[in-house]
C-alpha cells in the first residue's frame, strides 16, 4: 500500500469541470456513470467467468463469444469511467465499491451450466440496457449531450452481444440428442 500523504479528490465529490457543465448536473450525470460502471465491472467478471468455466460441444463458439463480450464490456467501463472524470467527478473503483454502487447482482462463485450461465448473463443484460437508457434520457435532459451519445454507442454494443446470447439460448443446435445424455 502506497505512503499517500494527501488525497487530491475525495470519491464522490465533484469539482468544476472544463466542459462548461454546471456541477448539480455534473453530479447526477456522475452518480448514473458510477452506477453503470460498477454494473458493468460486474457483468464483466461473470462473463471472464463464464468464459473460463464454459465447456460442451459448443465450447470454442461460446469461450470465444463470451471473451469478446468481455473485451466490449471492459471497453465501456472505460469509457464510462474517463467521462465521469472528465465532467469532474471520481469514477467508481475497488471491489467494494463497486458492490456497492451495482444495481445488478453477480452469481456465485459455483460453476453452472452454461445454458443457466448465458441465462444468468441475459438478465443482468438486460438490466444493464434499462439503466442506460434511463442514463442516456438523463444526460440529455441535462444538457449533456456527448454523455448521452457516449451512452448511445455503450448500449449498441450491450444489446448487440445480448442478442447475440438469446440466439445461444434459442433450441435450435447441432448437438443431437444422444449427444445430450
Known amino acids: 500500500m502506497s505512503e499517500q500523504t494527501s488525497v487530491q479528490q475525495e470519491f464522490g465529490t465533484v469539482g468544476d469541470n472544463e466542459l462548461r457543465l454546471e456541477r ?8 448514473a456513470l458510477n452506477s453503470d460502471l460498477a454494473a458493468t465491472y460486474v457483468l464483466y467478471h ?40 472528465a465532467l469532474g467527478g471520481t469514477p467508481v473503483a475497488g471491489p467494494a465499491a463497486l458492490a ?11 460453476v453452472y451450466d452454461i445454458r443457466t450461465s448465458l441465462a444468468n448473463d441475459l438478465e443482468m443484460y438486460g438490466e444493464i440496457i434499462e439503466s442506460l437508457r434511463d ?9 449533456d449531450h456527448a ?12 444489446e448487440e452481444d445480448a442478442h447475440h446470447i438469446e440466439h445461444y439460448l434459442e433450441d435450435d443446435t447441432l448437438v443431437t440428442e444422444n449427444a445430450m445424455q
Do not use: M, Y
Open 135 to 143: 442514463h442516456v434520457e438523463l444526460a440529455t435532459n441535462l444538457g
Open 100 to 110: 456497492d454502487h451495482a444495481p445488478v447482482e453477480s452469481e456465485d462463485e459455483d
Open 24 to 31: 448539480d448536473k455534473s453530479e447526477q450525470i456522475i452518480d
Open 46 to 85: 461473470q462473463l471472464k467467468k463464464h468464459h473460463w468455466n464454459v465447456e460442451g460441444a459448443e465450447f470454442r463458439d461460446l469461450h470465444l463469444f463470451l471473451g469478446d463480450a468481455a473485451e466490449n464490456a471492459e471497453a465501456a467501463a472505460d469509457e464510462l469511467a474517463e467521462r465521469a472524470q
Open 147 to 158: 454523455t448521452a451519445q457516449i451512452l448511445r454507442e455503450i448500449l449498441v454494443e450491450t
